[in-house]
């Protein structure tokens, strides 16, 4: 099944870019007459045929269109503080879109020892995640936003701190609520400071752990990520 990323779809006949109609034809080898489907990242994934493999204008007839496809049962945010090591983050976030998730915003915390990001470069392997896994819907990446504005904007009932202070007692799954939103907040290398645990707080943002491992930043959203799909797949009703 060869997916190719299309966010600007709008009629029955479709030209691949140059870049996706290279791809098409030079790396998959695939000619006229072939099937491909495309995907606009909003849940609408289009059956086509190709009428005219050019290795710069690829077209296309599309024949079949699904709305909604591998639309997530829940809403999943996770919000992580981007590692000194990007190659760290960018593994985080094609792992994360493989398995599944709606929204990550990166945070600008007081111990954050990367406080810059090339988010075009983030969304391309967001991207190839989504159609390497075969996903029907992009993630939204949202750029660095300072800790305490994203703690003001979240909504407390099914927003989480995980920090390695000694009062976040209570797994994620003493919380989860089937079928509702949830977002995850990771702090970065050094943990969330004080003023931010206390911040969160203040809001009603409540304290989670991840167990019992001390683990590393990009490990332990992943480890959010994962857990609250597990936790949909255990508590789905028969």
Not at 61 to 84: C, N, S
Not at 90 to 102: D, L, P, T
Not at 184 to 200: Q, V
């Amino acid at each position: 099944m060869h997916i190719f990323y299309t966010p600007d779809i709008t009629s029955e006949n479709y030209t691949l870019p140059e870049e996706e109609s290279k791809h098409c034809t030079r790396v998959l080898r695939l000619q006229q007459g072939d099937t491909v489907y495309l995907t606009d990242g909003k849940g609408g994934l289009y059956t086509a045929i190709i009428q005219n493999a050019h290795q710069k204008k690829c077209q296309l007839q599309i024949i079949d269109k699904q709305l909604e496809y591998g639309k997530l049962p829940f809403a999943l945010h996770i919000a992580v503080a981007p590692t000194k090591n990007i190659d760290r983050i960018e593994w985080f976030v094609e792992k994360a879109v493989e398995i599944g998730v709606s929204e990550i915003t990166f945070l600008l915390c007081e111990h954050s020892e990367r406080r810059q990001l090339r988010l075009d470069r983030l969304e391309k392997i967001a991207v190839s995640a989504m159609k390497q896994s075969q996903k029907g819907f992009m993630p939204l990446l949202n750029d660095l936003m300072p800790v305490n504005r994203f703690i003001q904007k979240a909504a407390p009932n099914n927003t989480f701190i995980a920090h390695l202070e000694d009062d976040a007692t209570k797994g994620i799954k003493e919380y989860y609520k089937y079928g509702q939103p949830h977002c995850i907040m990771i702090g970065p290398e050094g943990d969330f400071s004080e003023h931010e645990i206390k911040a969160a707080y203040e809001t009603g943002i409540r304290p989670v752990t991840l167990g019992q491992s001390r683990l590393r930043t990009e490990t332990a959203a992943l480890v959010a990520c994962h857990t609250l799909h597990v936790l949909h797949d255990v508590f789905e009703p028969l």
